[in-house]
């Protein structure tokens, strides 16, 4: 069960649902990511929602799931591929004293906005912003898919110092599976029961047991599992084309300020791309312009 995620179905009304449970692959961020334990904790519910939602992508990319704001932790963000490969990042104010009983509201702080990046590898990137109006990230989402999907979409995240365990379930626009009336009770009860579950069933419970627990009455359908890793997307690649939209008449003063060796550092996993003068002049393929 551990990184793992489930996709299911109820087979007989228009409702689809995920669930993920994240161990190894939530330490393994947290290893480069030095935080107090409840922002931690609250990069593990970004980690486990952007799982979640990454499920919807029918196509080669990356989902995006970030919070900005002005408070004492200014942003909060989570990747997932359509290869479930994970990623995020949480950044906090030097100095700042988090409060344990802090909320996502509280610790985003003023002009907090919560927003949702599809990016395929082939086509245009889509972005979709909500303000941070709610004090948690699930009730955030629902916002979220509210305003801007109209899509009738609920969230149970549970994180805890070793362990994030999430329910996603969302109403399936146009299926048709059956009558208006029936899709909206169901609706109704799904959500009724998923209420019920405890943060110690989200963490582990193997998840064909805490389907049939939540949602057996409603004959959910396993529909495929998939092993969700920790894998950051850097690489020397990545950071020399980065330096190549730069210009060189910009990265060659940078290589002057900083000794004659610049270095690119990921955020997402501490990786670090040096680069002397020689390899820069390999990048431009020219002798370096004249700095003044």
């Known amino acids: 069960m551990s990184d793992q995620l489930e996709r299911f179905i109820f087979s007989k009304h228009d409702i689809r649902g995920q669930m993920v449970t994240?161990?190894?692959?939530?330490r393994a961020v947290l290893?480069?990511?030095?935080?107090?334990?409840?922002?931690?904790?609250?990069?593990?519910?970004?980690?486990?929602?952007?799982?979640?939602l990454s499920t919807t992508l029918k196509f080669e990319g990356l989902l995006a799931l970030q919070a900005r704001g002005e408070g004492d932790?200014?942003?909060?963000?989570a990747e997932c591929t359509h290869h479930s490969d994970l990623r995020g990042i949480a950044r906090v104010v030097e100095g700042a004293q988090i409060d344990d009983g802090a909320n996502l509201r509280q610790l985003?702080?003023?002009?907090?906005?919560?927003?949702i990046t599809v990016d395929p590898q082939d086509g245009e990137r889509y972005q979709g912003?909500?303000?941070?109006?709610?004090?948690?990230?699930?009730?955030c989402l629902e916002d979220y898919f509210t305003q801007s999907e109209q899509l009738a979409t609920r969230f149970w995240i549970e994180s805890s110092p070793d362990t994030v365990g999430g329910v996603?379930?969302?109403?399936l626009p146009g299926n048709n599976a059956a009558s208006e009336e029936e899709n909206r009770d169901a609706w109704e009860t799904a959500q009724h029961l998923a209420e019920t579950v405890t943060a110690e069933e989200l963490h582990s419970l193997p998840h064909d047991q805490l389907l049939r627990r939540l949602f057996h009455q409603l004959q959910p359908a396993a529909l495929g599992t998939a092993s969700i890793r920790f894998k950051c997307s850097c690489s020397r690649e990545r950071s020399a084309r980065a330096l190549i939209s730069l210009g060189p008449e910009e990265v060659y003063q940078l290589l002057e300020q900083q000794g004659g060796e610049l270095a690119a550092d990921c955020q997402f996993c501490n990786a670090q791309y040096r680069f002397d003068r020689e390899q820069i002049e390999i990048l431009f393929n020219a002798p370096p312009p004249t700095v003044h």
Do not use: H, W
């Open 168 to 171: 996603m379930l969302q109403v």
């Open 22 to 26: 994240l161990t190894e692959a939530y």
């Open 129 to 139: 912003i909500v303000p941070l109006e709610k004090e948690t990230l699930a009730e």
């Open 108 to 115: 985003i702080g003023n002009r907090g906005a919560l927003a």
């Open 73 to 77: 932790v200014p942003l909060i963000m």
């Open 31 to 52: 290893e480069n990511n030095q935080l107090p334990q409840p922002v931690a904790q609250l990069l593990g519910e970004f980690l486990a929602a952007a799982c979640l």
